[in-house]
């Protein structure tokens, strides 16, 4: 089965009341004609209602950033995988590496959020990545093995088929500095191979995006890689020509 693309806008805390529907509404219309891709837009939690109300007719999903690892009751604050599909998403991040970093994520804890997100049949999009000191010290590959393990082993095979993967490397987001497609292409496909080990039939199906600084100039070198099977992109999807550009590079 060929990987039909994915490109998902992580809008990260960004935007403001008056412009969510203005450039929810030019996504909406950048993507129209983008057949052959799948796109999505992961807001914030308080834009998720005019998300659901100016996509809900579009081939466009959406989705949140994050989502509690409890069902519901005493978390002050949280947001559960429940008031997620009740606002219509198909997608929650887990695992970003702002949310490993600034509130101390472990691989533990986003288990628990992948398992929550697919109890409610949200599709969760696990971010993996290496900083610059783990890759100048030669240690990418075991550090992003070690995150995909981590969330995908203890996985019953079914529920490992409705996961996506993202590899950011943390180096690259936010940060101007994209990974080449090629640095890109040889962690998409070292995971590839692990995630064979475990299933073949899941390895060729599984999607994995990039993610770190993708502009519409780096776009198409990037997803042209064989492994490559979409991108995560932050700052870009709050620009909506730079987004149908990447769109269309996909
Ligand atoms: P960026 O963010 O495209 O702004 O680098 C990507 C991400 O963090 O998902």
Excluded at 98 to 115: A, F, I, W
């Amino acid at each position: 089965m060929k990987r039909k693309k994915l490109i998902v806008g992580n809008w990260k805390m960004n935007g403001a009341r008056a412009a969510v529907a203005p450039l929810i509404e030019q996504v909406r219309v950048a993507a129209a004609d983008s057949s052959g891709v799948e796109v999505a837009l992961c807001v914030p939690f308080p834009f998720l209602e005019t998300a659901e109300r100016l996509l809900a007719d579009s081939t466009l999903a959406w989705g949140a950033q994050d989502l509690s690892e409890h069902a519901s009751g005493a978390h002050t604050g949280e947001v559960s995988a429940q008031m997620l599909k009740d606002f219509g998403c198909r997608y929650v991040i887990v695992g970003h590496s702002e949310r490993r970093s600034d509130h101390g994520e472990s691989d533990q804890l986003v288990l628990s959020k992948v398992r929550a997100a697919l109890d409610q049949s949200l599709t969760p999009i696990i971010c993996v990545g290496e900083t610059l000191i783990e890759r100048g010290a030669d240690r990418t590959e075991e550090v992003v093995l070690s995150q995909v393990k981590a969330a995908l082993e203890p996985l019953s095979p079914e529920e490992r088929r409705r996961c996506v993967l993202a590899y950011e490397p943390v180096w690259a987001i936010g940060t101007g500095l994209s990974a080449s497609p090629a640095q890109a292409e040889a962690v998409h496909a070292t995971v590839r191979s692990w995630i064979a080990t475990l299933d073949a039939d899941l390895a060729a199906d599984m999607r994995i995006l990039y993610g770190g600084s993708v502009k519409p100039e780096s776009a198409s070198a990037l997803f042209g890689q064989d492994d490559i099977d979409g991108g995560l992109i932050g700052g870009a999807s709050l620009v909506a020509s730079d987004f149908r550009a990447i769109i269309a590079a996909a």
